[in-house]
Nanobody, 118 residues
Framework: QVQLVESGGGLVQAGGSLRLSCAASGITFSINHVGWYRQAPGKQQDLVAGISSGGVTNYADTVKGRFTISRDNAKNTLYLQMNSLKPEDTAVYYC????????????WGQGTQVTVSS
């Protein structure tokens, strides 16, 4: 059974930093596509950052230069370092994993709330 467990969310002032973690069991991050999505109230869920199975990273334009996604293969854990946070970064952040082999499946964590006060 695949489980993705996020942690690290919280309340922070604008300009501050947070680091999100996503610990996985039942799936190996290093050979799959993994990433972070977020959903603000009343808005659609959007990709924040991702790492492909080959290690290529990509970021939403709104977070480039401020957020860094990384993966610890030994710990099978995904991270999102968020710096220079803005109130518009307030959202529930979700860890996501997509398998690169059949049957192709997508898994989600339960989400962690990030609130940035102005």
């Amino acid at each position: 059974q695949v489980q993705l467990v996020e942690s690290g969310g919280g309340l922070v002032q604008a300009g501050g930093s947070l680091r999100l973690s996503c610990a996985a069991s039942g799936i190996t991050f290093s050979i799959n596509h993994v990433g972070w999505y977020r959903q603000a109230p009343g808005k659609q869920q959007d990709l924040v950052a991702g790492i492909s199975s080959g290690g290529v990273t990509n970021y939403a334009d709104t977070v480039k230069g401020r957020f860094t996604i990384s993966r610890d293969n030994a710990k099978n854990t995904l991270y999102l370092q968020m710096n220079s946070l803005k109130p518009e970064d307030t959202a529930v952040y979700y860890c996501n994993a997509r398998t690169t082999y059949p049957p192709y499946r997508t898994y989600w964590g339960q989400g962690t709330q990030v609130t940035v006060s102005s």
